[in-house]
């Protein structure tokens, strides 16, 4: 995992600041970089850079908080914004879609939705970082959203004979190899496992979208997979979960 995004907080209600500030303590690959209670100090924020997201109410104080994201918008800034506010009336959704924000969430909100509304940010900002020189089908898919098994977030999810302490040494093993393409037998010294059973690891995290799988033909018409991390987040969770 890169360096932690830079996470900016707009609000004008101490009581939702303060929500804001605790939920984003229990992320990880966040940091706070700037708290501002109204427009112009959150523009001059922007304006000193190092910024990643932006969390945004609309109703503040003399103006409101999309003039942020048409400033932003205006200058070209790659900065993912996040509406966290009461403004759910319909022009402002179809402003803020408009406009290029990222999510929105209406208050009052749980604290699920708001870490799966970062976790989404902070994955797309990962996988951007980490992309290939050509960009594979699946490569875009998470960057852009469209990835329908997500992270793995719970033991519970796991197919039957695989178990989380297992798997988070596997994961281990993966994050030893860094950003290189690697087969399974690469694996195998550092896990202890047999060829089989690592290939039911692998196929689970290629599955769940982590990990990208190809197949190939070795010496004498062998099969032989090799894999690429997709999803650096959702490794190293995986890897500290054993």
């Known amino acids: 995992?890169?360096?932690?995004?830079?996470?900016?907080?707009?609000?004008?209600?101490?009581?939702?600041?303060?929500?804001?500030?605790?939920?984003?303590?229990?992320?990880?690959?966040?940091?706070?970089?700037?708290?501002?209670?109204?427009?112009?100090?959150?523009?001059?924020?922007?304006?000193?850079?190092?910024?990643?997201?932006?969390?945004?109410?609309?109703?503040?104080?003399?103006?409101s908080g999309l003039d942020i994201v048409r400033q932003l918008q205006r200058q070209?800034?790659?900065?993912?914004?996040?509406?966290?506010?009461?403004?759910?009336?319909?022009?402002?959704?179809?402003?803020?879609?408009?406009?290029?924000?990222?999510?929105?969430?209406?208050?009052?909100?749980?604290?699920?939705?708001?870490?799966?509304?970062?976790?989404?940010?902070?994955?797309?900002r990962d996988s951007l970082r980490h992309l290939p020189a050509e960009a594979s089908q699946r490569d875009l898919d998470r960057?852009?959203?469209r990835s329908g098994s997500g992270p793995i977030r719970h033991p519970d999810d796991l197919p039957k004979g695989l178990t989380a302490p297992t798997l988070a040494q596997v994961a281990r093993a993966i994050t030893a190899q860094g950003d290189a393409q690697f087969a399974t037998e690469a694996l195998a010294p550092a896990t202890g496992m047999s060829r089989v059973s690592l290939r039911k690891y692998l196929k689970h995290l290629a599955e769940t979208g982590i990990l990208e799988e190809s197949f190939h033909y070795g010496q004498v018409g062998r099969p032989s997979f090799s894999y690429r991390c997709l999803d650096h987040q959702a490794l190293d969770a995986l890897a500290a979960s054993g």
């Open 1 to 63: 995992m890169s360096d932690p995004i830079r996470v900016l907080i707009v609000e004008d209600d101490p009581m939702v600041m303060r929500l804001n500030l605790e939920y984003l303590n229990r992320l990880d690959h966040v940091t706070l970089a700037a708290q501002c209670r109204d427009v112009p100090s959150a523009l001059d924020v922007l304006e000193q850079g190092g910024i990643d997201l932006v969390l945004l109410d609309v109703y503040l104080r003399e103006r």
């Open 76 to 124: 070209g800034r790659d900065i993912d914004v996040i509406l966290i506010t009461a403004a759910s009336e319909v022009e402002t959704v179809r402003q803020a879609r408009k406009l290029g924000v990222r999510d929105f969430l209406v208050k009052p909100f749980e604290f699920e939705r708001f870490r799966d509304a970062v976790s989404a940010c902070v994955a797309a």
């Open 143 to 145: 960057l852009f959203g």
